[in-house]
């Protein structure tokens, strides 16, 4: 087992928020290093398994996201109610059949966030710490997700999340997007391996623009400026005043690959009523394109990281801009000792 798999498999990891598996049969898909990863709303209950029928192996889902039952287009097998149907199932003679099982994974939920893991070490709310209050407030406070993007980033995945954790790239890779915030130097808040990074919004017409919005939202929590939220270990949140949210994961490919499995999702949040939501399209699809162009520029940017720039050690040369990179080292580092000496597992 690699390092990858080990953190992928004894973590909490956000998937999505509850809007978007709102009816039966809704589904959202993810790629990662043990393969693809489905979550599904089963009749009202949310189950996570891994896309794969058990019978021959053929793939449920080739969509992202949508609606549809859990059915497979090979032979018919179907998930449902939380047990297989086996089209003429009397055929299955030589086999104990009804031991015929989905592989699937833990669901726990902080607020309106859904958290799927294979085996973790502890408790969701172990995981979270004092972060757990922020995520409940923020799910309570979402009412849409607007956008879905997926793709995969060039680069390995603690290089693209290093990237994520520190401001200093901006002003270079982000000028006519990120930067034109003029984000204040902020302050750091750490909470066992999780971080935060709070920045006032240093362009004064700007901010009195998204400080007049306020009156559009029926929200009961927000941080008037920006915001960026670190779930060790794969998982960021980001937002702006608290109009919106932007959830990103980073999800390792498979072992060998310099590949990140890229996620995000863009939430809009809840407004005072249905003419609030029109006069804020414009908004939200201005902030729709924002997102899209940083994230893009961050994959341009990390190809250029090979695989071998990054290590588990301090930063040689740190800045005082780059002090999450080494809380982000370090927790790996710790992470990955305990998970060795409780597990017996290899190094490499």
């Known amino acids: 087992m690699n390092l990858d798999q080990i953190l992928f498999e004894r973590h909490w990891h956000l998937a999505c928020h509850r809007r978007e598996l709102s009816n039966d049969g809704d589904f959202i898909k993810f790629d990662s290093v043990l393969g693809e990863i489905v979550l599904f709303n089963d009749g009202g209950e949310i189950v996570a398994f891994d896309n794969k029928c058990p019978h021959r192996g053929a793939r449920l889902y080739a969509d992202s996201h949508g609606n549809r039952p859990a059915t497979c287009g090979y032979h018919g097998w179907t998930y449902k109610n939380g047990t297989i149907i086996v089209p003429e199932k009397e055929r299955f003679k030589s086999c104990d059949i009804a031991k015929a099982r989905f592989n699937t994974f833990q669901i726990d939920w902080c607020g309106d966030f859904v958290f799927f893991a294979v085996a973790p070490r502890g408790g969701l ?37 290093e990237n994520a954790l520190e401001p200093y790239h901006i002003p270079v890779v982000h000028a006519d997007t990120l930067a034109t915030l003029q984000l204040g130097e902020g302050e750091n808040v750490f909470d066992g391996g999780n971080s935060i990074w709070y920045a006032p919004v240093g362009e004064a017409r700007l901010g009195k623009q998204l400080s007049r919005l306020r009156k559009l939202f029926n929200i009961d929590y927000q941080y008037e400026g920006y915001m960026s939220l670190y779930i060790f270990p794969f998982t960021m949140i980001s937002s702006t005043y608290g109009y919106s949210y932007s959830l990103q994961n980073f999800f390792p490919a498979a072992h060998g690959e310099s ?44 190809k250029l990281l090979p695989r071998d720039s990054w290590s588990m050690e301090p930063l040689k040369f740190a800045s005082d801009l780059e002090s999450k990179i080494l809380h982000f080292r370090q927790t790996y580092r710790e992470s990955i000792c305990v998970q060795l000496a409780n597990h017996q597992l290899p190094k490499s």
């Open 125 to 161: 709310y172990e995981q979270l710490g004092k972060t757990a209050e922020i995520l409940e407030n923020i799910s309570f406070n979402i009412d849409r997700r607007i956008d879905l993007n997926r793709y995969d980033y060039e680069c390995y995945w603690p290089l693209v999340v």
């Open 259 to 302: 590949r990140t499995r890229f996620t995000s999702r863009l939430y809009a949040s809840s407004t005072t009523g249905e003419k609030a939501a029109r006069a804020l399209d414009s908004f939200f699809d201005s902030t729709l394109l924002m997102n899209r162009q940083v994230f893009d520029e961050d994959h341009e940017v990390c």
